[in-house]
């Protein structure tokens, strides 16, 4: 079975830091793009970051810029998140996924991990 896991996830006040790791079983990672997505309550599911197989290119959300951090470990095949100077705004379920390409579909989903910023 084909599953990614996301964890890391918790409750954090604005401006401190998580690091999320999503873990792939049954399957490599090593010839996925790996992209975060996230949803908050009442709105759309948003791309945060993705990272290419080689860790070679990274994409970031405009809104996460420059406090986000992706990477990846392909010999622990598991990807992170490094996630400093959190906001409020950035409460939401985070979650994983695998595909062949940053901007295209994801084939692989985890099942999702609470963030939650607040004082």
């Known amino acids: 079975q084909l599953q990614l896991v996301e964890s890391g996830g918790g409750l954090v006040q604005p401006g401190g830091s998580l690091r999320l790791s999503c873990a792939a079983s049954g399957f490599t990672l090593d010839y996925y793009v790996i992209g975060w997505f996230r949803q908050a309550p009442g709105k759309e599911r948003e791309g945060v970051s993705c990272?290419?197989?080689?860790?070679?290119?990274?994409n970031y959300a405009d809104s996460v810029k420059g406090r986000f951090t992706i990477s990846r470990d392909n010999a622990k095949n598991t990807v992170y998140l490094q996630m400093n100077s959190l906001k409020s705004e950035d409460t939401a379920v985070y979650y994983c996924?695998?595909?062949?390409?940053?901007?295209?579909?994801?084939?692989?989903w985890g099942q999702g991990t609470q963030v939650t910023v607040s004082s």
């Open positions: 990272i290419t197989s080689s860790g070679g290119h990274k």
């Open positions: 996924a695998a595909g062949p390409r940053c901007m295209g579909t994801y084939d692989i």
